[in-house]
């Protein structure tokens, strides 16, 4: 019997390999529950309440913002085959930025808080250029380049915070706080802010681009096949310092974002600790760069992030778990791309392999 239209695509949902993958590591996840002991059910159901529910959709929102982002950030170039290592670089270089334009700009408050996103987004983008300069002009491999110029990014922030900047008084390592008025405003009493709809209208600028422009179909050519790219007129390295621009400033962006949210100055440590920056890469790879992929892949990754706390303070379950559910996740997904199932005799031809003869 001829299967119907709809069950056709259920079935090639689920054959998918990142439908698989997640379902991989949510029951390998809940075999390391049993082993341990604790129920599986009341932890997932855990870690969906704590995250989904009135006391914690704040954080998760809060927190998807900044993943987000730097999902965004990274999505972008790695449409092309680019991969940016210096996320965390451009991210603290754009709220060290927005920190210093916060501080000393004259201009009314609201003017400054949009000023020192403005700033915040520039640095990044700026910093990130540079990375591609290196592999443009000097033949240095953007992966190193770009990685390597995190860390006197990372190290002048944390100098600033920790001496010219640095609050009278306080024992942390943080800048003064910023004026009263220069902050993102808020929704209601949570610590949400809008900044949560500025990354939304990045994401739905970066699906616009990818599906409706010459552009994005250049960037996707040249992801899948950088010779063919080349052949047909895509200059390679106006596209790398394009795209590179355009990353380090969605990563300045988040920076940004992060210092003119509570507590409303630059702390140092704060915007790298959590690992937004390899969360949002995590993302992004899960999503093979996709707009919609990504943007689904980071609210996953949020859930877990958070729901992984409330799973720790409810079940006595270690919040590392969800972290081993995003390695699981990402190792199922690379075997499944690296390995596509192969049909049977009677189901159809094998895929052919590179090095194959068709």
Not at 65 to 71: C, D, E, N
């Amino acid at each position: 019997m001829a299967r119907t239209p709809d069950v056709r695509r259920a079935s090639t949902a689920l054959r998918s390999p990142v439908t698989f993958s997640l379902l991989a590591g949510v029951v390998i996840g809940a075999v390391f529950l049993v082993g341990t002991g604790a129920d599986p059910f009341a932890a997932y159901g855990a870690v969906i309440t704590g995250s989904l529910g009135a006391d914690g959709i704040g954080a998760t929102l809060t927190t998807l913002t900044s993943v987000l982002g730097m999902a965004l950030a990274l999505a972008v170039p790695l449409r092309a085959g680019l991969i940016n290592l210096g996320g965390d670089g451009q991210m603290v270089l754009g709220g060290i930025t927005a920190a210093v334009t916060g501080l000393y700009s004259p201009l009314p408050p609201s003017l400054t808080a949009v000023l020192a996103l403005l700033a915040g987004t520039a640095a990044g983008g700026a910093y990130a250029a540079l990375a591609a300069l290196c592999e443009n002009r000097l033949g240095v491999p953007l992966l190193v380049s770009s990685l390597l110029l995190s860390y006197p990014a990372i190290s002048l922030a944390s100098y600033l915070a920790r001496y010219p900047l640095k609050e009278p008084g306080s024992s942390l390592p943080q800048t003064r706080r910023l004026p009263e008025g220069v902050a993102l405003p808020a929704f209601g009493s949570s610590t949400v802010t809008v900044g949560l709809l500025v990354v939304a209208l990045a994401a739905g600028a970066y699906w616009f681009t990818d599906s409706r422009t010459a552009v994005g179909y250049e960037i996707r050519m040249t992801g899948l096949n950088p010779r063919f790219a080349a052949y047909a007129g895509v200059d390679r390295k106006g596209l790398t310092l394009r795209l590179m621009a355009t990353s380090g400033a969605l990563a300045g962006l988040v920076g940004a974002i992060g210092v003119l949210s509570f507590p409303y100055r630059f702390l140092d440590g704060s915007l790298t600790s959590p690992g937004y920056t390899w969360t949002g890469l995590t993302a992004a790879l899960l999503a093979s760069a996709s707009p919609l992929g990504t943007v689904l892949a980071s609210f996953f990754f949020a859930v877990l992030q958070v729901g992984g706390l409330a799973m720790e303070r409810t079940t006595e379950v270690p919040r590392e778990l969800t972290q081993v559910l995003q390695a699981i996740v990402i190792v199922f997904l690379a075997a499944r791309l690296r390995f596509p199932r192969r049909r049977g005799a009677s189901g159809g031809h094998q895929p052919v392999t590179q090095g194959e003869p068709a």
